[in-house]
């Protein structure tokens, strides 16, 4: 056994306490005390010191959150006490007669318990001394499976308690994926060509059972403790039981109140409910329990339900129409994506009369056919997609969905690679590729071309005006004015717009490169990264490996990219016509803003909402979409809004756009 210093052994000693301090303050407190940098830095050292010296690794070491090995199996776990469902009610009527049974078996004057009721996977934790040791799934409620190995990689789960804790806790929970993370994983699976997760729920579900626990590691899962199984202590209620959660160093639900009366529940239903689309993770209503454990005692449990507690279910953002027909589009890397033609059905408020169908396996897995009636879902901000076929509906007269052997712009050949569940469009000239592909170089978030819309880029194609991006930067007021129904005005815009859109940002124009696999976030990561396009361009793959979020399967994409003479000589043809790349250089950028988290609001005076992001994350900062308790800053302009109203509420600062400034300033 290697020999270990007695100063070396503090030192790792005082590191993972430091890591877990940090982590306590981030995920409990929402109170970051380090930047995610000097984390980083003091994760890196640990790591360092456990490899060089095996004798000094812990199973419970903060390092232990990045994966682990493999396994071929889970094997089965019984709960010591039954992991219940909820009944759900679904209106005031309903949670009216509910809570009267409370009050006619137990008389007025208690109290109750509410809080979020998450879309996710529920879990149970069993902590022995303090010590985590078995992390199962619900199952059936009485037998889950052993998932510690994947848990243990969620870095809001402590592997060790904090202060004095009883010798067991069994906690309960749900495991969470955020719809940004939810996001960016549906993006890298759709373009890998498979079959993207149904929601933030599956996706929780599906990572949590990877049995590489390294997997499980990159999907950026979360968790929320509400409640537990056996416990040995004295609390007595279950918003003291919370309290105590807190103090151990378990995340729980901010959102969470202790309410004394049925208008209170009704008034916390609401405001919930006007909070769900900016929350930053999925719900489908609340949840209420009586909040003393002698009246949970009292009520006791209903087959496989407690009397104690239920659900009230916010209403469906889902609805019931016909699938009239499906067409095919092309996009940019070839891809062709079924959409659904549906009777027009009103879901959560808004009139759907498309839907997503993803690919060939989809349509497989729901046995989708033309003419057949479906359940539509919607959620936030969510592209609508198709869930269910109502089998009983079923008339016989249904037609099959067949996917092109031709490309349905192009008649060039469509194929499905073996190892996709994409077909893609053979032809290089295909001109939907093309327009897709110059949509994405000229959207917003990359080279934000404003104006170019499809009419504009339908007609350069047709009068074939252009053939590659760089074209677009030859284009003249007079060659716009030779089309149908263009005027001077909108032709001087648009070459304005293109004319601005040369000075960008090292980040966009990795983005507008359109390089499968490379969104936004991978984008700005490796403009960081590399600093200049010039040191992108010669990029290795042990380069790539050392950007944060790319992995193989990424890394192989870019290099393709890159090695590929025609992308090489169309980014010459682009720096040839001016476009230039802003380096990303310790010189232009600062880390002002390290550690903080701003969400942007409002028309502001002089900024676009792209270019405020912009500059702070230049600093440092990071800009997110909903405000929360971790919400440092709220940058707010010009018809604000509800968001305006929640950072008041939370004590955020709010700041305008010259505040904005003088803080970067």
């Known amino acids: 056994m290697t020999k270990t210093s007695p100063e070396l052994q503090k030192r790792v000693q005082q590191l993972r306490s430091e890591l877990e301090d940090h982590s306590y303050h981030y995920y409990v407190l929402d109170e970051p005390t380090i930047s995610d940098e000097a984390y980083d830095k003091l994760f890196k050292e640990l790591l360092e010191i456990e490899a060089a010296h095996p004798n000094l690794r812990d199973a419970h070491s903060p390092t232990q959150k990045v994966g682990g090995v493999a396994l071929d199996k889970f094997s089965k776990f019984r709960h010591a006490t039954p992991m219940l469902g909820l009944q759900n009610v679904y209106n005031d009527q309903e949670m009216s007669d509910f809570y009267q049974r409370w009050e006619e078996a137990i008389g007025k004057g208690f109290a109750v318990y509410a809080e979020p009721k998450f879309d996710g996977m529920a879990i149970e934790l069993v902590y022995e001394k303090g010590r985590l040791v078995v992390a199962a799934t619900r199952g059936d409620g009485e037998v889950g499976e052993d998932v510690t190995s994947n848990v243990r990689t969620i870095r809001s789960v402590p592997l060790v308690l904090r202060g004095k804790v009883p010798d067991l806790v069994e906690v309960r929970g749900e495991i969470i994926l955020m719809k940004e993370d939810f996001a960016r994983i549906n993006e890298l699976k759709i373009a890998n060509g498979e079959l993207p997760f149904a929601n933030p729920r599956n996706a929780a579900a599906g990572s949590i059972r990877q049995l590489d626990p390294a997997i499980a590691a990159q999907r950026s899962l979360d968790v929320f403790c509400h409640g537990a199984g056996r416990i040995s202590g004295t609390v007595h209620t279950h918003s003291e039981l919370i309290k105590q959660f807190s103090l151990w160093g378990l995340r729980t639900n901010p959102l969470a109140r202790r309410l004394e009366s049925q208008a209170g529940i009704q008034e916390y239903f609401s405001s919930i409910e006007k909070q769900r689309d900016e929350l930053p993770y999925e719900i489908d209503g609340i949840v209420l329990k009586l909040d003393s454990f002698a009246h949970q005692r009292e009520m006791g449990t209903v087959a496989r339900s407690p009397r104690w507690a239920f659900a009230y279910k916010f209403k469906a953002q889902e609805g019931n129409t016909k699938l009239n027909d499906v067409f095919f589009q092309v996009g940019r890397t070839g891809a062709i994506t079924p959409v659904a033609v549906l009777e027009p059905v009103n879901v959560g408020g808004v009139e759907v009369k498309r839907a997503s169908l993803h690919n060939e396996d989809q349509i497989k897995a729901l046995d989708l056919k033309i003419g057949d009636y479906v359940v539509v879902k919607r959620a936030g901000d969510v592209i609508p997609e198709v869930q269910s076929v109502l089998m009983a509906k079923r008339t016989g007269k249904e037609r099959p969905i067949t996917f092109p052997t031709k490309c349905p712009s192009c008649g060039g050949k469509v194929i499905r690679e073996p190892d996709e569940a994409a077909h893609r469009c053979m032809n290089v000239a295909c001109p939907a590729k093309l327009a897709e592909a110059i949509k994405h170089f000229a959207a917003k978030r990359a080279m934000n071309i404003e104006g170019l819309g499809d009419k504009w880029i339908e007609q350069f194609l047709e009068q074939k005006l252009i053939r590659h991006f760089s074209d677009l930067y030859d284009l003249k007021e007079s060659d716009l004015l030779k089309l149908e129904r263009q005027g001077e005005r909108s032709a001087e815009k648009l070459i304005a717009a293109i004319d601005k859109s040369r000075q960008v940002t090292l980040a966009r124009f990795i983005f507008a490169m359109g390089i499968r696999l490379v969104g936004e976030r991978t984008a700005e990561l490796l403009a960081l990264h590399f600093g200049s396009l010039e040191r992108f361009l010669k990029a290795s793959q042990d380069e790539l490996f050392?950007?944060?979020?790319?992995?193989?399967?990424?890394?192989?994409?870019?290099?393709?990219?890159?090695?590929?003479?025609?992308?090489?000589?169309?980014?010459?043809?682009?720096?040839?016509?001016?476009?230039?790349?802003?380096?990303?250089?310790?010189?232009?950028?600062?880390?002002?803003?390290?550690?903080?988290?701003?969400?942007?609001?409002?028309t502001l005076p002089t900024l676009s909402r792209d270019q405020a992001e912009d500059l702070i994350r230049s600093h440092g900062g990071k800009v997110t979409g909903s405000v929360s308790k971790n919400t440092h800053y709220l940058v707010a302009g010009e018809?604000?809004?509800?968001?305006?109203?929640?950072?008041?509420?939370?004590?955020?600062?709010?700041?305008?756009?010259?505040?904005?400034?003088?803080?970067?300033?």
Request: hydrophobic letters at 40%.
């Open 639 to 665: 018809n604000a809004g509800s968001k305006l109203d929640k950072a008041k509420t939370l004590g955020t600062a709010v700041l305008d756009e010259k505040a904005l400034m003088a803080l970067l300033e």
């Open 546 to 602: 050392n950007v944060e979020e790319v992995g193989e399967t990424v890394a192989t994409s870019i290099l393709d990219f890159l090695s590929d003479a025609k992308n090489q000589d169309e980014i010459r043809r682009l720096l040839k016509r001016g476009v230039t790349p802003k380096e990303e250089t310790a010189l232009n950028r600062s880390h002002s803003l390290q550690g903080k988290t701003f969400v942007i609001t409002g």
